[in-house]
């Protein structure tokens, strides 16, 4: 159902505001209907303004972690750490190190 058909988001404005509701929850159909994203807002019962919280992802952004997403956000003597060790997360052990595994 559109958002701008629902009277719930019209309860509390003042009558004179409903075409300004009505025209901007219009508007935010549209937009909802042309880009398949979906919103979290609320309407001001004061003013009649609509606030918009959230926006939610395109449809076709998600996709799965990789590792070259952190190498952005690391310095690069970690992220050369983490590009050499056997799996994501574990740091490969310095060849020349004393340290004994316990397993």
């Not at 003042?14 to 042309?34: G, I, K, N, R, T």
Request: aromatic share 10%; proline share 7%.
């Amino acid at each position: 159902m559109r958002l701008c058909l629902r009277t719930d988001l019209y309860v509390g404005v003042p009558v004179y505001f409903w075409p300004w509701v009505f025209w901007q929850l219009l508007q935010l159909d549209l937009w909802v209907e042309q880009t398949g994203r979906s919103v979290l807002g609320a309407v001001c019962k004061r003013t009649g303004e609509v606030f918009i919280t959230f926006a939610g992802d395109e449809p076709g952004e998600a996709r799965p972690w990789k590792a070259a997403d952190l190498q952005a956000l690391l310095p690069k003597a970690l992220s050369r750490a983490l590009l050499g060790a056997a799996h994501p997360g574990q740091a490969q052990r310095d060849p020349g190190s004393q340290a004994t595994s316990l397993v």
